[in-house]
């Protein structure tokens, strides 16, 4: 198993650096933005926002690989175009949705998929890994909402292994469902919408130390 720990401090000390970052996004179709958004800014569109504009940090790439449909293997197959080619600082993954329609017998391939994907950007980038838990989904989708948490418990697992920085969006859903304000954040059973995406933007530059009440990215309105 090839290792590169991460953690917000070392995420914080590269923005804080004169030096230009490539931060990678990849994932399926909710990291891609795809259709559920109505024309509003996705999670990753708010992340670059926040750091190539209110951070002034211009010089910075924002790049987002995520594709609709994808599973962790369809990245891994592809991962020389999809990730590597850019030779990032940062990539962040956000799979499990579409893999967990594989049920139970789909979780050892995606485990051991998810730790090939990782083993190669390591070896062959200088990139820091960030992994990410799926947004909740509705029991809508019955599929789905029966088999993810078992996914979810694998990313949770592969971080916690791999001293890799996690953004648990899950259980800021977990919460939001208690709390019966998760509905108000999706376009359908599975997919994010605006409010959504903001959740998500919010989690994510919360964790990696981005996050200030003031900015208007990180004001935007979350029912």
Known sequence: MNNRPSSAAQLQEL????????WLFTGDSISQGALHTMGHRDYVEHFD???RWELRRTQDCVIKTASNGWRITDAEANLHNNVLQYQPGVVFL????NDCTAGEEGLEKFRLTYSSALDRIVSETPALLVLQTPNGILPLDEIRYRHLPTYIKIVEEIAAERNILLIDHA???????????MIYWLSDAVHPNEYGHR?????????????????NVCRYFVP
Do not use: C
Request: hydrophobic residues 45%; charged residues 15%.
């Open 199 to 215: 959740v998500m933007a919010h989690t994510v530059l919360q964790t990696i130390g981005l996050y200030d009440p003031l900015s």
């Open 171 to 181: 259980a800021v859903w977990a919460e939001a469902a208690i709390k019966q304000t």
């Open 15 to 22: 923005w804080q650096s004169p030096e230009p970052v490539k």
């Open 94 to 97: 956000n799979f499990g949705v």
């Open 49 to 51: 926002e926040r750091v």
